[in-house]
């Protein structure tokens, strides 16, 4: 059973910076694209990031390149997202997610809250 807990979600100023982890298990980590969607309150979920299986490559919606970043670490199954320059439009419930290719998300977590005040 695919499993995926988030964590690292707080209030922060906006400006500020924080880095969310997605622990992953039952599958095989690196044979799957994996990344992160988020919902802000009355709007559609948002696709955000996603590193492809494999050496797959990273991708970032427009609304987050240069600010934020995705890694993770195939020894622990973890992905990571971290995020800098936080602005209030950034503030969601952010959903880790895995699929078999970053267009092809099939499976999400509970999701963690990230509020940025202005």
């Known amino acids: 059973e695919v499993q995926l807990v988030e964590s690292g979600g707080d209030l922060v100023q906006a400006g500020g910076s924080l880095r969310l982890s997605c622990a992953a298990s039952g599958f095989t980590f690196d044979d799957y694209a994996i990344g992160w969607l988020r919902q802000a309150p009355g709007k559609e979920r948002e696709w955000v990031s996603c590193?492809?299986?494999?050496?797959?490559?990273?991708l970032y919606a427009d609304s987050v390149k240069g600010r934020f970043t995705i890694s993770t670490d195939n020894a622990k199954n973890e992905v990571y997202l971290q995020m800098n320059s936080l602005k209030p439009e950034d503030t969601a419930t952010y959903y880790c997610?895995?699929?078999?290719?970053?267009?092809?998300?099939?499976?999400w977590g509970q999701g963690t809250q990230v509020t940025v005040s202005s």
């Open positions: 997610a895995m699929g078999s290719s970053c267009t092809l998300f099939s499976s």
């Open positions: 590193k492809g299986s494999g050496a797959g490559s990273t």
